[in-house]
């Protein structure tokens, strides 16, 4: 299911501001080298993280899923001077990539980059989190959540990615779909869970935004 028509989002890229030169560069290589590259954020999304994140001014974000790191460039862009964000992935593959453009961006001494497995890593973590994007294995939403919720600080926001999965979160399930039933189970849990107050978002596969209370 397209949740958007190709021409209205042809439109609304148009009408947005352009991603910076160096976002570009990232864009071309992971299409020309990266398995899966539809798993990058993108200059519609990729803006719209940059200007969340720069409304918030963050001190700390968390990332779950660096992918190649397009989405990290963006939500560093509203980083406060003296902020960090900690970026997570399992791939060690990726590495290479997301290091390159790290290094070139002017967020290099801000950005902290983790490998391994995320729930793990975000326990190790001894910091509370302005701004947290979730966008990695989607079986785990929920327990990404319940991990990060007792780190945030008050007013912190999570945003959480793919939530409407290509429209099948209204569709009927098919066999051994594991992702759908997970991302349904965790929208309901967004909704009902009293700390925080959340609005989903028709963004790209679907973005909610949740508002720590």
């Known amino acids: 299911m397209e949740l958007v028509n190709e021409q209205i989002e042809n439109y609304i890229e148009q009408h947005s501001s352009e991603e910076p030169p160096l976002l570009k560069e990232l864009d071309v290589e992971t299409w020309q080298k990266v398995l899966n590259p539809k798993m990058i954020s993108g200059t ?6 940059s200007l969340i994140s720069k409304i918030k001014q963050p001190e700390t974000i968390l990332e779950i899923g660096t992918f190649t790191g397009y989405a990290t460039l963006c939500l560093a862009e509203g980083l406060a001077q003296t902020g960090y964000i900690h970026t997570i992935d399992n791939n060690e593959e990726l590495q290479r990539i997301q290091l390159k453009y790290f290094n070139a961006s002017p967020y290099k001494n801000q950005i902290i980059s983790h490998l391994g497995n995320a729930l793990d890593i975000i326990s190790g973590i001894d910091t509370k989190f302005d701004l947290v994007f979730i966008d990695a294995d989607k079986p785990n939403y929920a327990n990404y959540f319940h991990a990060i919720i007792n780190k945030m600080n008050k007013g912190g926001l999570i945003l959480s990615d793919n939530v409407l999965w290509k429209g099948k979160v ?6 051994n779909d594991k992702d759908t ?3 349904m189970a965790y929208n309901k849990l967004l909704k009902e869970d009293p ?3 959340t609005v989903l978002l ?3 596969d679907g973005l ?3 508002r720590v209370k």
């Open 202 to 204: 028709p963004i790209r």
């Open 181 to 183: 039933p997970a991302l």
């Open 195 to 197: 700390r925080i107050e």
């Open 170 to 175: 209204v569709e009927p399930l098919k066999k």
């Open 208 to 210: 909610t935004i949740s």
């Open 44 to 49: 519609y999304q990729g803006r719209i993280l």
